[in-house]
């Protein structure tokens, strides 16, 4: 059971954040971020969620996705993917992917607009990430 939890990001009306892909476990952090830059913030919030992440212990019966209320997209794993990717020379290329399926999916979501709001709110979010990694990683 352990083995297969992830860290998974949450879009909920009431919640917003890093939970367990496994249990109703979330990332609550206590106060801002520390540290002298947005390098060395984002750093050190990742560092705390991945140590709080891995010394939970999953509660309760395993959650299905549809309790969540919503299916994870595809774009969100690319993003996510690109926002933990560790070697920057990567960094660059795992953005590119992120923002081609965040922009196919933007496409999807304006041909059938009904409840897309949220999503929409979030893949603006996600493209202004996308483009401040993608600043950093030309530095
Ligand atoms: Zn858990």
């Given at each position: ?102 922009l196919e999916r ?34």
């Amino acid at each position: 059971m352990v083995a297969l939890r992830k860290l998974v990001w949450i879009e909920e009306d009431r919640f917003r954040g890093w939970g367990c892909s496994e249990c109703t476990w979330v990332f609550n952090p206590s106060g801002a971020p520390t540290g002298k830059s947005l390098d060395q913030s984002m750093r050190n919030f990742e560092l705390r969620r991945d140590k709080e992440f891995t010394s939970h212990v999953c509660a309760g019966s395993p959650k299905s996705q549809s309790t969540r209320g919503e299916v994870k997209q595809d774009w969100e794993k690319l993003y996510r993917a690109a926002i933990i990717e560790p070697d920057r020379s990567k960094v660059l290329q795992r953005v590119e992917v992120a923002e081609a399926a965040i922009l196919e999916r933007s496409r999807s979501l304006s041909s059938s607009p009904a409840n897309s709001g949220k999503e929409q709110e979030a893949i603006t979010r996600a493209l202004h990430i996308l483009s401040l990694l993608r600043a950093k990683a030309g530095d």
